[in-house]
């Protein structure tokens, strides 16, 4: 481990201090035990290899081209994978009094701490492996370079923060919006109101329709008529039950309002498609 600490020359106007850079080369046995900074952050690049990361009680691994991401007071325990030893860039830091006065992070608290490599992830490298020369070679004017340097480190972990909270929300709306499907796909015969799915699945009226819209480009109040249009056409052709008995079988308990929104969603009456397809069915009788 290679590690510059050169906190006192930096320039007075400059909004962060940089405590510390340094490299960790490819150590199969490297492990940091349960350790935090009440006073500092720390950003890591994995340059190379894998490693386990238990941050806050949570275990994550990382690879090549992930950055980790601890706020200051941040538990954290690292381990290198010895089958794929670690290499990495990291750098300790700290904002200057008074400059991040209510948002003293680097990443919001709660988001992710581990920012999943993307094509950013060699902007990261170039730019923590040029801090890190700067710091070794420690050549006049390497304490502003490297200053500018953390600044756009901090923008682009900002930029793939937002990109990867982005993702995980499509990823949460889709699967939020599959199990809403499901439920319709079940209960569809129900007398299903939207404002009570909404409670039943504790979000909002509005950002459900948006969200399974989004998703399957209909809203589900559209996807309700068309579940059980779809299961009334089965009926119709598959069964000699009534229109009426039809009609409840699928929700409906008024067979004239059934009648209405079947015509308008499948294009004809439900006798005219029963008519039509149970003869294509079963042959014309008087054949």
């Not at 939207?194 to 909002?204: P, V």
């Not at 309700?224 to 009609?247: C, F, H, N, P, Y």
Request: glycine share 6%; with cysteine.
């Amino acid at each position: 481990m290679n590690t510059r600490h050169e906190p006192d020359r930096l320039h007075e106007d400059q909004d962060c201090l940089i405590i510390y850079v340094g490299k960790l080369a490819d150590n199969p046995h490297w492990s940091f035990p349960t350790h935090k900074h009440d006073d500092l952050h720390e950003i890591i690049y994995v340059n190379e290899g894998q490693g386990s990361f238990t941050i806050d009680g949570t275990k994550h691994s990382a690879q090549k081209g992930d950055v980790l991401v601890y706020n200051k007071g941040t538990l954290h325990e690292e381990r290198s994978d010895p089958e794929f030893p670690l290499s990495t860039f990291y750098c300790g830091f700290r904002f200057k009094e008074g400059t991040r006065a209510n948002n003293d992070w680097v990443v919001p608290p709660g988001s992710d701490p581990v920012v999943r490599a993307n094509r950013y992830s060699e902007e990261i490298r170039s730019l923590m492996q040029t801090m890190f020369n700067e710091f070794s070679i420690r050549e006049e004017g390497y304490n502003s370079i490297s200053h500018h340097l953390l600044n756009a480190v901090l923008l682009i972990i900002d930029r793939m923060s937002q990109h990867q909270r982005a993702a995980n929300e499509i990823v949460r709306s889709n699967t939020l919006a599959e199990s809403i499907k499901d439920y319709l796909d079940t209960n569809y015969r129900q007398n299903i109101k939207l404002k009570d799915l909404a409670d039943q699945f504790h979000i909002d009226f509005y950002y459900l329709i948006h969200m399974y819209k989004n998703c399957y480009g209909i809203s589900p109040y559209h996807y309700l008529i068309q579940r059980r249009m779809g299961e009334a056409t089965r009926l119709l052709v598959s069964t000699k039950k009534k229109v009426w008995e039809i009609s409840k079988l699928v929700g409906y308990e008024n067979p004239n309002y059934f009648t209405i929104l079947f015509t308008k969603t499948v294009g004809e009456s439900p006798r005219s498609f029963r008519k039509r397809n149970q003869k294509d069915m079963f042959g014309d009788p008087s054949n």
